[in-house]
Structure formats: C-alpha cells, structure tokens
C-alpha cells in the first residue's frame, strides 16, 4: 500500500493552493481580541471552544496538533500562550510562518506527523489543541498515547472531530426520489471505494473517539456537539484530562 501519509499531505496541500475554508489565517479582529483577553478558538468546527475549556491559557504551553493553517495558532500566542505547531502539510505550516513573522508573534513550528511525537518530551505541555483532523490518520489510538505522554499532570487535549453518522449516510437519488440513507457500516475508510480515487479520510467510531480517549487514561471532562444543516453532518468537540 502506499504511504498514507504521504498522500495526505498531497491532498492537503492542494486543497491549500484552492484556498478550502479551513485554511483561512486569523483576522487582525481576532488577534485583537484575544489580547484583551477574548479568544474566540474555532476548531475547523462552526462552535467555538467553551471558553472556561482554556481559561488558564495564558502563560502555558499549547501544542497545536495538526492545526496549521495560520487561525488556532496565532489566536493562543496572542493569548499569551507558549505556542508550538505541529502539521504534515507545508503549505498550511507557511500561512503560520506568514501570519507569525507579520505580527511578530513567536510560534515554533515543526512539520512532522501527529502520530509520532517523539521529537518532543513527556510532560512538556500543559494543553493540546486538536483542530479537526482525526479523519485523516487510520487509527486514533497511537495519536492519544502520544497525547497522553506529552501532556504534563493537570493538561488538556481539546479535540473537534465529526460524529461517524456523516460517514453512514449517503445522498443517493432513486425510483423514491433523493434522500440520505445510511449505506456504509462503521468505521469508514474511503480507500474501500474506488470512486474516491486518491481521497484518503476515515469516519471513526464513538469508541474509538471517547473510548480510546479514556483508555489511554484520559477523563472526559466536557463535550459539546454542533449539527449543521445538512443534518447527517454532526460534529463534537471534547475536552480530556490528563488527572
Ligand atoms: C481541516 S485542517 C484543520 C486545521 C485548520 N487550522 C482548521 O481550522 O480547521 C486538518 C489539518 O490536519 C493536518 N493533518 C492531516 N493529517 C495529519 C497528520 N497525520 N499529522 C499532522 N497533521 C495532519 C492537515 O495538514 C491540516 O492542516
């Protein structure tokens, strides 16, 4: 099979250069705000981060992971956070670099997989901030036993993901008309059809999402869920403790 990961970081760059949503930066408004203190944090997600989530940020040290992209990054340095980002794509790394240079704002940026961590030490962050992007790595667990190791006593790791009903329905046109119907079993793995071409993404389950969460000794401390017009488009944030 061929690297995976490989091709995500050439999917992502792509949809980069055709400038997708969620690789917009911080806007100047937003930077402002969360100097004076209100931090206005969107995970690839239309919900904001609770904000009593990361009311001790200031001052911290803040993993982003896999959240390039020039938005989570720029807003927590403003923050005052000691800001580290960590992404597999170059060109959603640059609109860090950019937004950083331009604002003078001090952000360490490493290009590197959210599965291997090892570049960094146990115990040397006090949050981690998970944009959506679990959909694009196979398997959640060697992700949230790296998170769970880097994380020092009392951290957090605050991730958005979507809810696997996206994954199980389908729109599909028939004799019956056009409707979502649930079509796929769970977990989903586009590489399975052939219509998705190079495409790669994973529709997790719940279980893995919050029970591999737990299992790695994480405690569920918040969640909330947004569902959005599409009704089958169902997305979650959590927040788990490294206690
Ligand atoms: C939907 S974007 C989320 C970031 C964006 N700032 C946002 O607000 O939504 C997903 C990000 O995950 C990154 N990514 C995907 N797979 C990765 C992996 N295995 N390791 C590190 N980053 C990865 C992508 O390069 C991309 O920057």
Redo the contacts with the bound molecule.
């Keep these: 099979m061929k690297d995976i ?1 490989k091709q ?2 050439h999917n ?1 760059n792509s949809l980069v250069e055709k400038q997708v949503w ?2 917009s930066c911080a806007s100047a408004e937003q930077m402002q705000n969360a100097r004076d203190g209100k931090i206005e944090l ?3 997600i239309n919900k904001t981060v609770p904000s009593e989530w990361i009311a001790g940020i200031k001052g911290k040290d803040v993993l982003c ?8 990054a720029p807003i927590l340095a403003c923050a005052g956070a000691n800001v580290t980002v ?4 170059e060109k ?1 790394l640059e609109k860090d670099r950019v937004i950083a240079r331009d604002n003078d704002l001090n952000i360490r940026i490493e290009h ?4 291997d961590l090892s570049r960094f030490s146990d115990n040397s962050f006090d949050y981690i901030i998970n ?3 679990l959909l ?2 196979p398997d959640v667990m060697p992700v949230f036993k790296e998170c769970y190791r880097v994380l020092r006593q009392g951290g957090s790791l605050i991730l958005a993901a979507p809810n696997p009903i996206a994954y199980v329905c389908d729109y599909v046109e028939d004799k019956k008309g056009a409707y979502y119907k649930a079509v796929n079993r769970m977990p989903y793995r586009s590489t399975d059809y052939a219509d998705q071409g190079d495409w790669i993404e994973y529709g997790h389950t719940m279980e893995a999402y919050i029970g591999g969460q737990i299992s790695c000794g994480f405690v569920i401390s918040g969640y909330v869920e947004e569902q959005m017009d599409d009704i089958t488009e169902l997305n979650f944030m959590t927040k788990a403790d490294k206690i």
């Excluded at 992971?65 to 989570?72: R, V």
């Design positions: 990961f995500v970081e992502i969620w690789a969107k995970l690839g992971l896999a959240g390039a992209g020039g938005l989570q960590i992404d597999i794509s959603m590197g997989n959210m599965c944009p959506a992007s694009y790595v």
